[in-house]
Structure formats: C-alpha cells, structure tokens
Nanobody, 120 residues
Framework: VQLQASGGGLVQAGDSLRLSCVAS????????MGWFRQAPGKEREFVAA???????YSADSVKGRFTISRDNAKNTVYLQMNRLKPEDTAVYYC???????????????WGQGTLVTVSS
C-alpha cells in the first residue's frame, strides 16, 4: 500500500487547509485511515482516524476544528482543518491499517508527510 499526501502549506492563524491522502496498491482491507502529526522537537501524535463505514474519532486538541472524511471509491482520506493555530504547525502523515488506528500504536502503513505551517 502506498499513501500519497498533499495539501500542506503556509497559512495564518485562523485560516483553513484541507489535506488529502490517496492510497494505491493493495488497498483492499485497509479498513481504517487516519492522520498523525509531528511538530519540531516532538514525538509523532495521533490526530484523527476514520473507519471504512465512516465512523470517526479524533484527538481532543483538534475536536471541533478538524474533520476527517474519506471517499472509498477514490481510496482517499481528507483532513479539513479550520481555525488553525500556530501549535498546529507540524508535518502531517496519513496512515492506513486493517485494524483501528489508535493513539500509541503505529499503523501498518505510513505515507510521506506534508508540512503545515501556521503563522501567528
């Protein structure tokens, strides 16, 4: 499975961005897709995940601001990020796994990162 993320960039605090991640290869069985992020000098952390049927869950730090969605026909997961804050600055990584993507457990597949920089 290959994951290709896109959509990062430089924005100001309060702005919005939408990240996309397209899965290719042996995607059958990738029931869960999600996003993690890694800020400079910090460990990679869970952001949000979604099941194939559309069930979602997210980190408390992004609830109410970030929305994860997916288009199964396109093997694509999205992360809509609203009201961005400087502390959201990080490299964002998409992930896929046959099993639930949860904090503290590395998913089966990682994509390359896309950098999001939020200026104050």
């Amino acid at each position: 499975v290959q994951l290709q993320a896109s959509g990062g960039g430089l924005v100001q605090a309060g702005d919005s961005l939408r990240l996309s991640c397209v899965a290719s290869g042996r995607t059958f069985g990738m029931n869960f897709m999600g996003w993690f992020r890694q800020a400079p000098g910090k460990e990679r952390e869970f952001v949000a995940a979604i099941s194939r049927s559309g069930g979602t869950y997210s980190a408390d730090s992004v609830k109410g601001r970030f929305t994860i969605s997916r288009d199964n026909a396109k093997n694509t997961v999205y992360l809509q990020m609203n009201r961005l804050k400087p502390e959201d600055t990080a490299v964002y990584y998409c992930a896929a796994d046959p099993l639930p993507i949860v904090p503290g457990r590395a998913p089966a597949y990682w994509g390359q990162g896309t950098l999001v920089t939020v200026s104050s």
